[in-house]
Every structure is written in C-alpha cells, then in structure tokens.
C-alpha cells in the first residue's frame, strides 16, 4: 500500500496527523511538504482537487480533514 502524506510544518491539523503517525511509529508514510516543494502543490491540486492539508493519499486516492485520517491510520495499524 502507498501511503503519501501532503502537508505543511506550521498547519496545526498536520501537526496533529503528524503527532499520531509519530506515536504509532509508522514508517510507510512518505511526507510531501507542499510550501516547500511546489510539484507536491501542483500534484496535490491536480490528482486531490484541492489544496486543503493535510491530505493522505492511499493508493493515490485521496482523504482529508485529520480525524478522518486519523481515524484511518488507527484502523490500519502496522501493530496487531
């Protein structure tokens, strides 16, 4: 599964999806700064259609707002 993680250092939304990926220990997300590197802007706006963070992109599908990706990740823990 492919797991990309489009977001922004200073958004406090990310910070909380960061927080938890941080407390699982997940290490299958790949994290895409979107002020920092302007084709993960572009790639953001084209393939999710919008520019709201944090974005995670499942197998190139995309899912917003940090509960629900929260939420997600907490339903697809690497730990069982």
């Known amino acids: 599964m492919e797991l990309k993680l489009y977001m922004f250092e200073t958004c406090p939304f990310c910070r909380k999806v960061i927080r938890e990926i941080e ?12 002020h920092k590197n302007e084709e993960d ?3 953001l706006i084209e393939v999710g259609g919008s520019q709201q963070v944090p974005c995670l992109f ?18 697809h823990s690497q730990v069982r």
Do not use: M, N, Q, V
């Open 23 to 34: 407390k699982e220990g997940r290490t299958d997300i790949a994290f895409h700064d979107i």
């Open 41 to 43: 802007l572009r790639t």
């Open 58 to 75: 499942i197998d190139g599908s995309p899912l917003y707002e940090s509960d629900d990706i929260i939420k997600w990740l907490r339903d």
